[in-house]
Every structure is written in structure tokens, then in C-alpha cells.
């Protein structure tokens, strides 16, 4: 049953009940990246190889996880200082008032793969000439096989004036920098609603991890002030850098239709320059460097993204073409095998490719990157081709979401009968919030 739009309120009780009954059967697997992972009941490959996997967040742990159970003998070794695992998917939860912060808090301990051995430090180079890289302890590890699964660097210093730790405080927010900072966004928030005012929503030109946060933050905000009765006494404005809200097609059309509606003002090729926090004025800058001057009680800042320091200075990053100025990893995009140095993958946001940077598109990929890495070490042709694929819920009200789910090309690829792309329902709602973080364990754990 969907959620009529144009309403305020979610579905009934008996709605709700009908739908959990619908999506009992589902399981976590095909609640995150909708499509089966392949199974890992093969008998594993004999190998004494070292693997090296740089990252510990999703892609790394999952991967590590498959391939301790398809090598026989393989030693593994994650290296990542971070000791906190985080539910990155659920900060838009927190930062709205959903979700309680210890939602989104886990261990890495807890799901590391049992006999891999982890270097707590932080690897600053990459010399793949050399198969090693380099801690910024100092040590040197060596690897036959390397695996980068790094993420993204938010680099903050190209908005002037940004300051990481004032966010929650003069209506400045932000759910991307940690789940502290989601929780101080949804105090900002909440705030902010109360009175109402103009606020402000941005979107950087670069390539960003879960490119629909800004817009479910934009939503849920809009239905925040309704919520308090403030949306008459208030403005929402979204000031895009780019010439579009989103990279595929239908999706930006359907949302930007969905806003005019809603009352949601869209400012194009506006990128964010500058903040002075204390007087909340927001610079923004358009392509030809003309440079406006916006006030505002309330902002969301997204940050540039491009790739760590370690990956973007070496020998691994792309050289040449739109990946290149970011830093990201040089992966085919087919096999997310590197395109020069063949005993190096990527996995997850670190990877130069078209588009994917969700959780679901590791739930997808980390299947195929494992199996590469085993097929590699065995001789073999690396024979399974990643489509791209990328997963949404896009939260449109508080008991609302699309289910957005596309590819490389763009195309839309729904994989649930009941899900029609681009309509709101409950059901993508309860995935969202009640569905998702299963299905991440699972696939943080190597089951799916």
C-alpha cells in the first residue's frame, strides 16, 4: 500500500502490518542491494598468498571476509587504525531525529575475519612498482595481492571559512563528517524548525558517497517545519554546483517536480565558496567566478569529495581524464581490477568509476571483487562483470521513500516487483529504517 502523496501523515497500522507480512519473506539480502550475491559454497582455493586490504569499512571487511572462506591457507592483513565501525547509511536518520546515535556505532573487532592479522596505523603511500605499501608508522608491508578500499577524503579546505567542529551550533549542519556531527546536525535541525527561516541545502561538483544524502536531508527538512507548523514562515533553497540535483536522468527530474511542488527553491551552477558562521552568510560561486552573497538561519554543507592523500599522490590514481583531478583509484570498471598494475582492486567509494558509491553497490561488487582476487591467484581470466549497479531509499517524508536502484549507464533497474521506480511508498520507508542495517551486517560478515 503506498503512501498517497501530498499527505503528512505515513500509512495505518493495519497498512503497516500488511506490508511486514509482505516483506517477512524478503530476508537481508535482498533488502540491500536487491540482487543475489554469488554463494560461497565452492570449495576454497589452495593459496599462500598475502592479501592486503588498505580500509576497513564495508568493502574491506566483506571482502575479507569472502576470501577467508574461498583461500585455503592465504594470509590476509587489514590495515586502518579505525577501531569504530560505522553505519554510514544511517546518519541521514540520526541527523533528521529518526534514529538514536547508537544505531550507527559498531566495532570493527567484531566482524573481522578470524586469523587475519590488522595493522592499527594508516597507510600514507602506495608504491605498487614495488608491491608494498607504506604506514604512517613507518612500516613497510609487502603484498602479493593488494586490495584499496579507502573511501573518500571530504576536503573541507575548499569552502573557506568551514569549520568541522562548529557544526550544530548558528544553524550550521552537515551529516557527512561522523555520526557526532549527525547528531549535532539533527540539534541544529531541530532548532531551526522550531522558529523556521531560510535554509540553505548544497551539493559540490565532485563525485560524493551516497550521492542522496543532500537530497534526503532536503526533504526530511521541509517535513521537519511542517511537522512544526512553521513551513508558512519559512524557506527552502538547494544551491547545486552543478546543472542538475542528480546524475541520472529521471531521478533529478522526478525530484526537481516533487520540489516545485513542495515549494522547494533549486539554485543551478552555484557552487559553495565560503561561510561566515558567526554572521551565517554563505558565499557561492558560479562557474564563471562571479561570486553571491546568500543569508541563511539554517545550512546543510556537503563537502568536495576526492581520494585520500595516499591513493591521490600515487602511482595508482588515474592520470588522465574526469577521474583524475578527484584522485580516484584507476579501476576497469567491469572487473574493478587496476588498469596498470593487475594485482591491485578496488572496492567501494575509492574506486574511479562512473558512478557507485553506496553500500549497495559494495553488497554487489564485493562478491566479484573477492572471486577476481581468487581467480587472479589461480591463473584464471577474470570472468564476472560489474554493471555499476547503485541502490537508493530515497526518504521523501517521514514514512515515505522511492526506491532508486540504477547502473552505469544510468538505466533505472528495478529488482522488486511490488517497487515501482520513482513512486513513494511505505515500503521503501521500512527498508530503509528497518531492513538495511541487517542486511549491511550480513554483507560486512560475507554471508551475502
Given at each position: 500500500?503506498?503512501?498517497?502523496?501530498?499527505?503528512?501523515?505515513?500509512?495505518?497500522?493495519?497498512?503497516?502490518?500488511?506490508?511486514?507480512?509482505?516483506?517477512?519473506?524478503?530476508?537481508?539480502?535482498?533488502?540491500?542491494?536487491?540482487?543475489?550475491?554469488?554463494?560461497?559454497?565452492?570449495?576454497?582455493?589452495?593459496?599462500?598468498?598475502?592479501?592486503?586490504?588498505?580500509?576497513?569499512?564495508?568493502?574491506?571487511?566483506?571482502?575479507?571476509?569472502?576470501?577467508?572462506?574461498?583461500?585455503?591457507?592465504?594470509?590476509?592483513?587489514?590495515?586502518?587504525?579505525?577501531?569504530?565501525?560505522?553505519?554510514?547509511?544511517?546518519?541521514?536518520?540520526?541527523?533528521?531525529?529518526?534514529?538514536?546515535?547508537?544505531?550507527?556505532?559498531?566495532?570493527?573487532?567484531?566482524?573481522?575475519?578470524?586469523?587475519?592479522?590488522?595493522?592499527?596505523?594508516?597507510?600514507?603511500?602506495?608504491?605498487p612498482a614495488n608491491n608494498t605499501v607504506v604506514t604512517a608508522g613507518g612500516q613497510r608491508v609487502n603484498y602479493d595481492v593488494l586490495v584499496v578500499a579507502t573511501g573518500t577524503h571530504q576536503d573541507w579546505a575548499r569552502i573557506e571559512g568551514m569549520d568541522v567542529g562548529a557544526i550544530g551550533t548558528n544553524g550550521l549542519a552537515s551529516v557527512y563528517p561522523s555520526s557526532d556531527a549527525a547528531v549535532a546536525t539533527w540539534a541544529a535541525m531541530d532548532a531551526f524548525r522550531q522558529k523556521g527561516g531560510k535554509a540553505v541545502m548544497t551539493l559540490p561538483a565532485t563525485p560524493l558517497k551516497c550521492a542522496g544524502a543532500p537530497l534526503k536531508m532536503t526533504f526530511m527538512l521541509r517535513d521537519r517545519l511542517a511537522q512544526a507548523g512553521t513551513l508558512g514562515k519559512s524557506e527552502v533553497h538547494f544551491h547545486s554546483a552543478l546543472g542538475n540535483v542528480f546524475g541520472v536522468k529521471p531521478i533529478n527530474d522526478n525530484v526537481l517536480e516533487r520540489w516545485k511542488n513542495l515549494g522547494i527553491q533549486v539554485h543551478t551552477n552555484e557552487a559553495l565558496a565560503a561561510l561566515d558562521i558567526g554572521k551565517r552568510i554563505a558565499t557561492f560561486a558560479s562557474?564563471?567566478?562571479?561570486?553571491?552573497?546568500?543569508?541563511?538561519?539554517?545550512?546543510?554543507?556537503?563537502?568536495?569529495?576526492?581520494?585520500?592523500?595516499?591513493?591521490?599522490?600515487?602511482?595508482?590514481?588515474?592520470?588522465?581524464?574526469?577521474?583524475?583531478?578527484?584522485?580516484?583509484?584507476?579501476?576497469?570498471?567491469?572487473?574493478?581490477?587496476?588498469?596498470?598494475?593487475?594485482?591491485?582492486?578496488?572496492?567501494?567509494?575509492?574506486?574511479?568509476?562512473?558512478?557507485?558509491?553506496?553500500?549497495a553497490t559494495v553488497k554487489k561488487s564485493a562478491p566479484i571483487v573477492a572471486q577476481h582476487v581468487v581467480d587472479f591467484l589461480a591463473g584464471r581470466a577474470l570472468g564476472q562483470v560489474f554493471d555499476g549497479y547503485t541502490s537508493c531509499p530515497l526518504i521523501i517524508r517521514e514514512g515515505s521513500a522511492m526506491l532508486i536502484e540504477f547502473d552505469y549507464a544510468g538505466k533505472l533497474t528495478p529488482s522488486l516487483p511490488m517497487i515501482e521506480p520513482l513512486q513513494e511508498s511505505f515500503f521503501a520507508w521500512l527498508m530503509k529504517v528497518r531492513m538495511l542495517k541487517p542486511a549491511y551486517l550480513a554483507v560486512l560478515k560475507g554471508r551475502v
Open positions: 500500500m503506498e503512501h498517497t502523496p501530498g499527505t503528512d501523515r505515513p500509512p495505518t497500522r493495519a497498512s503497516r502490518r500488511e506490508w511486514l507480512k509482505t516483506v517477512g519473506g524478503l530476508g537481508a539480502g535482498s533488502a540491500l542491494g536487491l540482487h543475489a550475491s554469488q554463494p560461497l559454497a565452492q570449495a576454497a582455493t589452495p593459496s599462500k598468498a598475502h592479501i592486503v586490504i588498505v580500509g576497513s569499512g564495508l568493502g574491506g571487511i566483506a571482502v575479507a571476509n569472502r576470501l577467508r572462506k574461498q583461500l585455503d591457507g592465504a594470509r590476509i592483513t587489514l590495515i586502518d587504525k579505525k577501531e569504530i565501525h560505522n553505519y554510514q547509511p544511517g546518519y541521514t536518520l540520526v541527523a533528521t531525529g529518526v534514529w538514536p546515535v547508537g544505531k550507527v556505532i559498531d566495532h570493527n573487532a567484531d566482524f573481522q575475519p578470524s586469523g587475519a592479522e590488522w595493522i592499527k596505523d594508516m597507510v600514507a603511500a602506495f608504491e562557474p564563471e567566478g562571479e561570486r553571491t552573497e546568500v543569508p541563511y538561519d539554517f545550512i546543510h554543507v556537503v563537502p568536495p569529495m576526492r581520494a585520500p592523500d595516499a591513493v591521490k599522490h600515487s602511482d595508482l590514481a588515474w592520470r588522465e581524464g574526469p577521474m583524475a583531478a578527484g584522485g580516484w583509484l584507476e579501476v576497469d570498471p567491469k572487473t574493478l581490477q587496476h588498469k596498470r598494475f593487475p594485482n591491485v582492486f578496488g572496492i567501494g567509494d575509492i574506486n574511479g568509476t562512473p558512478r557507485g558509491k553506496t553500500a
